[in-house]
């Protein structure tokens, strides 16, 4: 496996200088995984709320009508979202061979594995430690049978901690996509997970701004409820791409609660196509990442 800039992350818990046995086959396994397929996607924000699991599902369907296969991780351990909002539940299956896992399938180019599926108990992920988390993770990477991907957009939760230096350095050539509201108090702990990403010496292929306005059913007129323009700012401020905006749109909202992406809606819907267009802009900056995914300047 590659190894990404940072020395302060164990690859398989534990933090030893030799790598075991096992540790070296679990590498050769990621490996085998990850060469199958072509972006990765990481979706991060420093904070809390600001609708990565939304983005991350949207997206990633947007990706799928688009013809792409897609492939959704949700490495939250402690507040999966994806199952719930793709209207997916119960335990993760093995393959005919019983050996890897299978993901589950939303619809012929879109699949999903969540992490709390794999644990019996939920309740358990709120004691996990840093290593044991990291382990989990690896395990969860080597272990799930994607087959050939075009994208594999991963969840990750709020903060940057054990499990985003996790993906990072397991995954180096992932492509981070930061999302962010355009409020100050948003936009604070963002700029301290794009710190975060310039330390991991990550990719970062862009800004998405959620919760971008919103416009009235009634009136029509838009209101800017959380501020408008903050994450093109600090897309600006870093010399990052600015993917796009996302208004606040309560589409989003009834389409979570059926387990539907809103971009599959039939309506059209502020939401969607924003969406839309921002999965467009990805999948283009994407296939022309080498030259589009930019070093943050600070
Ligand atoms: N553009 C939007 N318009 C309206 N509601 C939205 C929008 N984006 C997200 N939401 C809603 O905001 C809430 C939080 O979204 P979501 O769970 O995607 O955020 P998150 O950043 O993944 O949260 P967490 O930090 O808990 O993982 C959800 O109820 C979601 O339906």
Redesign the pocket.
Known sequence: MTQSGCSSCSSGGGGENKPSAKQIIQDQMISSTLEKIKYKLFIM?G?????????TVNVAAALAKLGFKVGIMDV?IH?P?VPRLLGLSGQLEGDERGGLIKPKKYDDNLYAVSMDSLLKDTDQAVLWRGPMKTSAIRQFISDVCWGELDFLVI?S??GTGDEHMTVLKTIPDALCVV?TTPQELSLADVRKAVNFLQYAHASVLGVIE??SGLVCPHCHKEINLFKKGGGKELAEKYGLPFLGE?????T??VA?DLGTPVVYLEEDSP?KNALLKIADEISKAAQNSLEAVSTIHL
Not at 47 to 55: A, D, I, L, R, Y
């Open positions: 924000s904070k809390g709320g600001v609708g990565k699991s939304s983005v939250d507040g979202s969840d939760p709020p999302v959620n919760m996302i208004p606040l749109d309560p989003t909202v979570s939401a």
